[in-house]
């Protein structure tokens, strides 16, 4: 990828995660650590990689997003405001009793949502339908969804997985956010995943790999799963859970915590430090 776009990408990433700390910290709740480690992989998809056009968000023939880690929304919302499908001002109406902006992804009310989640496990099966719809309906739209490596104990992705393989899904593409860590602890040690390369191989999907804060490296396999055909693929994109502020780097305490005023001020300063970093290259 040209270093131009490169920047461009880490700038919008950047900003996007400085976004995301401001509404967990306003709202005085959500979940930062699991936002900070898919924001590459969902900056990446929305500026790069698929079809979509934020002032037509409905637009049938729009590639189709799923959050199926449906808490992300920290990650997701502010890579929206960005695009273009609502201003980032309306960032400041999440988890309010008088918003729109719920914790949760939601498509009634928030532009650029294509289905409301939350409910691990229920995402990726969504999407499955959509990638079905869209092959039954004959329309060349590609359907894109990030799950994280702890959803993945949910015995619904697995039949998702199978369906998904028999209707030979090749537009879809699924990116499981590898970070090691769910709400309380270790997957290894909650529930043990791995070989996550071979189990989905043998369940019939096309398996790529990926550094998932490297635009590059992502950027590749998006390109690759392109041209798979007759089978879905799965990105395992490895990932650090907290991404970009030191304190809440592989701590699984950051789950679904919001930083105090202090950790605030720190993780808001960390973040500004790289922006500005990036701006000055
Ligand atoms: C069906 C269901 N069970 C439990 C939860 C509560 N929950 C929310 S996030 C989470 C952990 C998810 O871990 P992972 O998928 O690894 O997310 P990430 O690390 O990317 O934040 C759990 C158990 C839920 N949202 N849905
Ligand atoms: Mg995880």
Known sequence: MEQNKIREL????????????DM?????????????????????LYNGVMRIDPSNPQDPDRDRFVLSKGHC????YPVLAQRGFFPVEALEMFRRVDGHLSGHAEMKHVPGVDMSTGSLGQGISAAVGMAMAGKLNKKNYRVYTVLG?????EGQVWEAFMAAAKYELD??????????????????????????????????????????????????????????KAQPTVILAKTVKG???????????????????????????????????????
């Not at 789950?255 to 300063?269: C, L, M, R, S, V």
């Open 10 to 21: 880490s700038i919008i990433a950047a900003k996007s995660r400085i976004l995301g700390l």
């Open 24 to 44: 967990v910290h306003r709202a005085a709740s959500g979940h930062i650590g699991g936002s900070l480690s898919c924001m590459d992989i969902i900056t990446m």
């Open 73 to 76: 929304t920290p990650a997701l």
């Open 149 to 153: 490596d702890g959803e993945i104990a």
């Open 171 to 228: 537009n879809l593409c699924a990116v499981i956010d590898v970070n090691g860590l769910q709400i309380d602890g270790k997957t290894a040690d909650v529930m043990p995943t791995e070989p996550l390369d071979e189990k989905l191989e043998a369940f019939g999907w096309k398996v790529l790999k990926a550094d998932g804060h490297d635009f590059g490296s992502l950027q590749e396999a998006f390109a690759e799963a392109k041209t798979v």
């Open 243 to 281: 991404k970009g502020v030191s304190y809440m780097e592989n701590v699984a305490g950051w789950h679904g915590k919001a930083p105090n005023d202090a950790q605030y001020e720190q993780g808001k300063q960390e973040l500004e430090a790289q922006l500005k970093e990036l701006e000055a290259h």
